[in-house]
Nanobody, 121 residues
Framework: EVQLVESGGGLVQAGGSLKLSCAAS????????IGWIRQAPGKEREGVSC????????YYADSVKGRFTISSDNAKNTVYLQMNSLKPEDSGFYYC??????????????WGRGTHVTVSS
């Protein structure tokens, strides 16, 4: 059974940092693209970042380039999203998702339950 469990969300002031984690199980970690997708109230879902270890590829949305860094620890089957210089518009639910295709992706086969990020101004 595929499982994706996010953690690390919370409340932070603008300009601060958070590190999200996505612990994955139930599939061959290296062969899947793992992405972070965020959803804010009243806004469209946005693919923030994606990584596929076997392809050595990463993807960042323009809105987060230079501020967010995605990484993976294959030994722990965990993907991280380091978020720096956070802005209020970064607030929302952050979902981890997995798919056997390559980054970037519009859709994913498997999704976690999400973790919430609030950036106060």
């Amino acid at each position: 059974e595929v499982q994706l469990v996010e953690s690390g969300g919370g409340l932070v002031q603008a300009g601060g940092s958070l590190k999200l984690s996505c612990a994955a199980s139930g599939f061959t970690f290296d062969d899947y693209a793992i992405g972070w997708i965020r959803q804010a109230p009243g806004k469209e879902r946005e693919g923030v970042s994606c990584i596929k270890s076997s392809a050595g590829s990463t993807y960042y949305a323009d809105s987060v380039k230079g501020r967010f860094t995605i990484s993976s620890d294959n030994a722990k089957n965990t993907v991280y999203l380091q978020m720096n210089s956070l802005k209020p518009e970064d607030s929302g639910f952050y979902y981890c998702a997995a798919d056997p295709r390559s980054c970037p992706l519009l859709g994913y086969d498997y999704w976690g339950r999400g973790t919430h990020v609030t950036v106060s101004s």
